[in-house]
């Protein structure tokens, strides 16, 4: 199959096209008033759809493009040597926050809770973010700034969901530092290991662990 030419524009429009849909979903099909596992089956269905829908799309359509292919980021093994420090890294991390400023752990966790939030979110944002947008990005910039670019994107997503949710100017601050230092991190993994299953691990074992405590 013939790879189709990439430039900037067609990068910046499938931005803006995922940001515009996300935010709709956010703010107008959110399913608050029904029934709370048909909300929820909807809300899986967004993430195990459409998210993998949209990178799929893409990632097959310039592959011959991108900084990273397609067959090679599916097909490398994760990178034990670079993973197992960083899921110690999470680990210390979050159980620090848990010990000085935490009042015990979630155990409040439902089905819907793990299946969405922590199995299937960290695999498909890093399909959309690192193994479509960072990884065709680079292709202009390199990796290192497509790195920052995408980081900075993947922040800006989280921002429906923040307004929605009534975030305070200085929380919004603090999480987009966050997010955008982790966003790195996830970058930078996925660069180095040239496998989305690696970023995926730690992205999936990093949002359990956060979302415990």
Known sequence: METKYLNIKTIAASYIIFLLGWTMWNFCFNPKDLNEY????IGLAVHIVWWPLFALTLITKYDGKLMISSREMVSTKPKLKILIPL????G????GVYFFDSTGFGTEMKMYDLI???LT???FEESVFRGWFLNSIAHFTGGLKANFISSALFVFIHYPSWILHEYGAMLMISRSVMIFLLSLIFG???IKSRSIW????FHSFWDFISFMI
């Open 121 to 123: 979110v960290g695999i």
């Open 38 to 41: 048909i909300s929820w089956g």
């Open 92 to 95: 210390a991390y979050n159980l």
């Open 188 to 190: 930078w993994v996925f």
């Open 198 to 201: 690696t970023g995926a691990i």
């Open 116 to 118: 969405v939030t922590v």
């Open 87 to 90: 899921l110690a890294l999470a």
